[in-house]
């Protein structure tokens, strides 16, 4: 979704409330793709601070569909995002590349919610989400999700080459 924010410009001081719906279904992260199962409107204020420069503020919820980081069940991550942008529209694109503040979601006098909202949600994005906090997480060898059964690979010897490794592991178990 656009706003075009040229209509901010001619009165210093002027204020406007926007309520956009997200049209992104699909969160592309920084590693991978994350479906979007429920979205909130977003809600934004715009306030014109003087010689072109606005204020944006506002919230979004919605909840994004993660893999677990252990079993890698799908687990549903509810997020509730504070917006609180300040937009220089007097700079050029060379000038902001060179501050080092490249606003993606500006492009000439219109702001792109979506892209404002996943560049907020990159920020945010947990470092791992875990289905439950006793998660027991797949085996390493047949992939068995240990949360749903047990597998037979316990008890299968490892390679030959590991046993001094394994020695030392129970050594330490003894202690």
């Not at 606003?103 to 892209?115: A, R, S, T």
Request: hydrophobic letters at 35%; charged letters at 25%.
């Amino acid at each position: 979704m656009l706003i075009n924010l040229s209509e901010l410009f001619p009165v210093e001081g002027k204020s406007k409330e926007y309520t956009v719906s997200l049209d992104m279904d699909l969160f592309h992260g920084p590693d991978a793709g994350y479906k979007i199962t429920h979205k909130e409107p977003v809600s934004l204020v715009i306030t014109n601070e003087g010689n072109k420069v606005l204020h944006v503020t506002g919230c979004a919820g919605f909840t994004l569909v993660m893999p677990c980081a252990r079993c890698l069940e799908p687990v549903e991550v509810p997020f509730k995002l504070e917006l609180d942008q300040k937009l220089d529209m007097n700079q050029t694109e060379e000038e902001r590349l060179e501050a080092l503040d490249e606003q993606f979601y500006l492009k000439g006098y219109n702001l792109d919610v979506d892209q404002l909202v996943g560049n907020e949600l990159t920020l945010n994005l947990p470092m791992r989400v875990l289905c439950s906090d006793d998660c027991k997480g797949i085996c390493n060898r047949c992939g068995t999700n240990l949360n749903r059964g047990t597998c037979d690979c316990a008890g299968k010897s490892l390679d030959p080459r590991m046993s001094v490794i394994q020695d030392i592991f129970k050594q330490l178990k003894e202690v």
